[in-house]
Structures are given as C-alpha cells and as structure tokens.
C-alpha cells in the first residue's frame, strides 16, 4: 500500500485543528489533570495514593480523551461532508489513520507525562520505557474504538450518546476492580484493566513485562485497527 506524506501531513492539520477548537474534546484531558489536583490536595493522603491518582488521571486522559479525540472530529467531518471529500479524494484508510492519530497521540502522551509529578509520584519511580508504551497503546486503541463510534454515528451528538456507556465501562470497571473478585478477574481482559494493574504494580514492586498484558494489548490493538479500517472502508461514505 503506497503512503502519500502530503495527504498525511493534510489530514493531520485538519485533524489537529479539529481537536484543538473542539472544547468537547479539550475537557478531557484538562479534567483528567484538574481531577488530580483536586483529589490529592482536598483528600486523605491515606486514600489517594500515588498510584491511585495517576490510575485515575490515566483513565480520563487515555481512555476518556482517546474516544472523544476519535469519534467527536470524525462525527463532524461526517456532518460536514469533510470525509466524504477525503475518500473520494482517493485518501485510503492507512493515511487517514496515521494523519489522523498523530496529533491526538502526542497529547495523550504529554498528558500522562504532565500526570506523574501531579499525581506526588517522583520520577524515578516511574519504568518509563514501558509506562510511555503502555499508556500510549491504550490511548490508540481508544482513538480507535472512537474512530469506530464516528463512522456509525450521524452527528457529534449521537457519538456523544454512543461514547458514554462505552467510556463508563472501561474507566469505571477497573475502579470497581478493587472491591470485587469477579470484577477485577473481567477487567484483566480489557486494556484499562491491565493499565491500572500495571501502575499499581511498578509503585508497590518491582514491574516485568506480563505475557498477559502484553497479549491483552496486542489484541486490542489489532482488532481495533481491523474493525476501523473495516468500517471506514464500508460505511464511510453514509453521512445519512
């Protein structure tokens, strides 16, 4: 599949300015830094631990702001006509994905940086290499449940009605984790699950590469590639 730089480097201005007029989007990411700040001056330092602040600022930022980075532009790009041009445009769907993630990745990526001195943790606590790979792969796959929601959805705001019940599953259920077995074993199996389990176990013991978690990132992030690019290539087009 040939690449074209310039069509990437198009969408990915486009891309860039829809997120950062968007103030829908743009509450994501700053909710997920004032929510951190807030909890960890107001509550007991006995309850919000390190780790449980930078596992719920990860959340909102990674998985909250990757679904509304991905389904709230394409929505209205959908609204506007805008994608209909690209793919007639002969746009395939590998550089609508790379122009598109560019932008909202880097973002993802210096949020949960800017989170780890917000949340008290020093630096020297955090196994950067595989915190900045698994954080950014949760943000990826979430752009690209997004992505999927923008191709069904109508308008932004039938993408706001999907998103919700999709957002309140993967960042509530690894909170609920911790009081319920059964709960937490679901969770395992789901890429916000093995990222909270992730954080608490580099702060409270020494953290290796798990197979699971690998595989369990691994598969979400292929089959959310898959799904998208199998949807944008059949339903693209319909903005009815």
């Excluded at 984790?177 to 890429?191: E, L």
């Amino acid at each position: 599949m040939n690449l074209s730089l310039r069509k990437i480097n198009a969408i990915l201005q486009l891309k860039l300015q829809s997120i950062v007029t968007n103030l829908s989007i743009m509450v994501a990411p700053l909710l997920a830094i004032g929510f951190v700040l807030i909890m960890k001056i107001s509550m007991p330092k006995a309850v919000m631990t390190g780790a449980f602040l930078l596992s719920f600022g990860v959340l909102f930022n990674s998985i909250m702001g990757g679904i509304m980075m991905g389904s709230y532009p394409l929505a209205e790009e959908k609204e506007k006509n805008t994608l209909r041009v690209l793919m007639t445009s002969s746009v395939n769907g590998a550089e609508f994905i790379i122009g598109s993630i560019i932008p909202s990745i880097l973002m993802i990526i210096l949020v949960n940086i800017i989170l780890v001195p917000i949340a008290g943790i020093a630096m020297n606590k955090i196994n950067w290499p595989i915190y900045l790979i698994y954080t950014t792969l949760s943000g990826l796959i979430s752009i690209m449940i997004g992505y999927i929601v923008g191709i069904y959805s109508k308008n932004q705001m039938q993408a706001g009605n999907i998103s919700m019940p999709i957002l309140l599953i993967f960042t509530m259920t690894p909170m609920f984790q911790m009081i319920n077995k059964t709960i937490a074993n679901i969770a395992s199996f789901t890429y916000s699950g093995t990222i909270i389990n992730f954080i608490n176990d580099m702060l409270t013991k020494n953290y290796s590469p798990h197979f699971k978690d690998i595989t369990v990132l691994t598969i979400w992030t292929i089959l959310s590639i898959l799904i998208f690019i199998y949807a944008y290539t059949k339903h693209g087009l319909d903005s009815e």
